[in-house]
Each structure stands twice: as C-alpha cells, then as structure tokens.
C-alpha cells in the first residue's frame, strides 16, 4: 500500500490557498453584493407601495358603502315625502283641507335630502381621493419592481460573467444594473 496520496497535493494545496490573481472576480462578487442590496431594497419599498394601496383602496370600498348606505336613507325619505304627498292628494281629492302638517313634513323631507345627499357626495370625493390614491402608488408599485427585474437580471449576469470569467458580460451586467438603480432612484424621488 503507498503511505500518501498518489497525485501530488502539495502543488493542489497551494492553489486552494492562493488568492485570485485577477481582480475581475473580485470586482463582480463587489458589484453583485452592491446590487444585491440595491435589490432588498427597492423589493422592499416594492411592497411596502403595494401594501399603502391596498390599504386605501380597502378604504376607498368603505367610504363607497358609506356613501351607498346615505343613497339608500336619501330614496327612503323622498319615499316618505312621497307617502306624504300621496295622503295630501287624497285629502284634495276627497273635497277636504289637508291637515298642515303635511306640508310641514313634506318640506322636513325634502331639508333632510339635501344634507344627506352632501353627506353622500362628500363620501363619494373621499372615496374619489383614496381611489387615486391607491392608483398613484400601484403605480409606483410597478416602477419600483421593475427596478427590482433588472437588478436581478443584473445580478444573474455577473453569476455568469464570473463563472465563464467574462468581462464583456460584467460590463452588460453592470449596464442592466445601472438602469435598475436608476429606475429605483427616480422611482424613489417621485
């Protein structure tokens, strides 16, 4: 039996310990780390827009039920005011004064319409502004993952310019990357 390894470690040894004698992987693991966190980043501001819309636009849904619930007690009372103007019509129709009253509640009802369809429409402005709202940030939602496509795409790049020790795909990756952080700068100032 041979007392060592047959293939020679020590020439294996020093290699395994050797620093890379180019700076290209350096430079790539340096750039992909940078994105990488440029990534988490703009990811997080990602759902962080998404969740806010939902939230108004959640908001925006109870504002509308409000606003329908004030529609709804709106036709009840130009119900009732009619009701009321049904009975007067009958006393008329009978040869008979109409008690005061009526009138009374016929012009209460109509008063009562008036408030409540500016409490209705007031619900449907806020409804309106939440809506909007939402609508900007989804917006910004989508520019924000957009930044995050790329940076990704940026940072499969550099995997790849590193394996096959590709400078002209570093360049390509750190091209995509570059309007990744862009796209999430403007994003970010908007």
């Known amino acids: ?47 962080g827009t998404v969740n806010e819309a939902l939230i108004l636009k959640t908001e925006a849904a109870r504002l509308q039920s409000e606003a329908s619930d004030q529609w709804a007690y709106y036709q009840a009372k130009g119900i009732k005011a009619n009701v009321e103007e049904a009975a007067k019509t009958s006393w008329l129709a009978a040869g008979k004064t109409p008690p005061p009253e009526l009138d009374a509640t016929v012009k209460r009802y109509g008063d009562e319409q008036k408030e409540i369809s500016a409490a209705a429409k007031e619900k449907e402005k806020e409804r309106d502004a939440k809506s909007t709202e939402a609508d900007e940030l989804m917006e910004r939602h989508h520019r924000f993952a957009n930044a995050v496509a790329f940076i990704q795409i940026s940072i499969a790049l550099g995997a790849v ?20 952080a862009v796209l999430f700068g403007l994003t970010s100032l908007h």
């Open 1 to 47: 039996m041979p007392e060592g390894p047959e293939i020679e470690t020590e020439r294996l040894h020093e290699t395994i310990h050797e620093p890379p004698t180019g700076t290209l992987l350096r430079n790539i693991a340096l750039s992909t780390a940078l994105l990488a966190a440029l990534g988490a980043v703009s990811s997080l501001r990602a759902g």
């Open 161 to 180: 310019a590193a394996l096959g020790r590709n400078r002209l795909v570093w360049y390509g990756s750190m091209a995509v990357g570059l309007a990744g």
